[in-house]
């Protein structure tokens, strides 16, 4: 069983991974971002994206743990 769970984790992964780099080499149009007259520069759709999936990533745990040592709440 547990070679099992280690089989689907990588296939689940490597799917992961092919979606990934399809989704980045469909979306290569360069753009830049306009945020309070402040003008980004050009990169393509799937940097943008991908930057703010990397930031969520990091940002989610970091305040969940903030948080979670403020409420008394340990794991």
Do not use: D, H
């Amino acid at each position: 069983m547990r070679r099992f769970k280690r089989v689907a984790l990588a296939a689940l992964v490597s799917l992961l991974i092919f979606l990934v780099v399809i989704f980045v080499l469909e979306n290569r149009q360069p753009t830049s971002l306009v945020f309070f007259g402040w003008s980004s520069v050009q990169m393509p759709v799937a940097g943008y994206v991908v930057l703010a999936l990397l930031l969520g990533m990091i940002m989610g745990p970091l305040l969940a743990w903030l948080f979670g040592r403020r409420t008394g709440l340990r794991s």
